[in-house]
């Protein structure tokens, strides 16, 4: 290939990442609360890493990831680093969920490889969430807002029973979502 047409898949890549992160910032406001007594109300459900799902199988899981980061670095920008913990998580969670699908995708090209994917992908979200706040999150938001420390029992609680069940819910119904979107883009992925 000439280094001309090179620079201008990567221009191509880069602008059709870029489009994919600002949808993705846009999905993040259409969010809405899981009607589940024991999940708190601020834990929000958002198909926003939908994007980086089709990016991470349609170019590689570092794709994913930068749409990631692009959609999280928007976000930061446009609520004027009104939560910026909250954004770091995000990003976390983001990469732990789309780098095993991504991942799975580039190595078998099947529709069993994407499902394996968002199976593996939901549980890293899961487990990965559930340590990052207990040990990290939950203890910067609160020296971040100025509360007492967290006691053990209430952190411990909250994460099991809130967070933990929050992260697969989410996995799940995202999974679905972008799974309807796969099957009917698998066609095009694979000319692509």
Do not use: C, H
Not at 89 to 94: D, K, L, S, V, Y
Not at 100 to 123: A, D, I
Request: charged letters at 10%; proline letters at 7%; zero cysteines.
């Amino acid at each position: 290939m000439k280094p001309s047409s090179t620079r201008s898949g990567n221009l191509y890549r880069l602008i059709v990442l870029s489009i994919m992160g600002t949808i993705a910032v846009l999905l993040m406001f259409l969010s809405f609360p899981l009607p589940i007594p024991f999940i708190p109300p601020y834990l929000r459900i958002d198909i926003s890493d939908i994007p980086a799902l089709i990016a991470g199988v349609v170019f590689s899981p570092v794709a994913g990831i930068i749409v990631v980061g692009i959609k999280n670095l928007l976000y930061l920008l446009i609520t004027a680093v009104s939560d910026p913990i909250g954004v770091v998580a995000n990003f976390i969670a983001g990469v732990f969920f789309v780098v095993p699908v991504g991942f799975m995708y580039m190595k078998y090209k099947t529709k069993r490889s994407v499902l394996y994917g968002l199976l593996f992908g939901t549980l890293l979200l899961a487990v990965s969430m559930a340590v990052g706040n207990y040990f990290l999150f939950i203890p910067a938001y609160s020296w971040f807002m100025g509360w007492e420390t967290m006691p053990q029992a209430v952190k411990l609680n909250t994460v099991l029973i809130g967070i933990l069940p929050f992260n697969l819910i989410k996995g799940i119904v995202v999974g679905l979502i972008f799974l309807l979107i796969f099957l009917k883009l698998e066609k095009w992925i694979k000319k692509t």
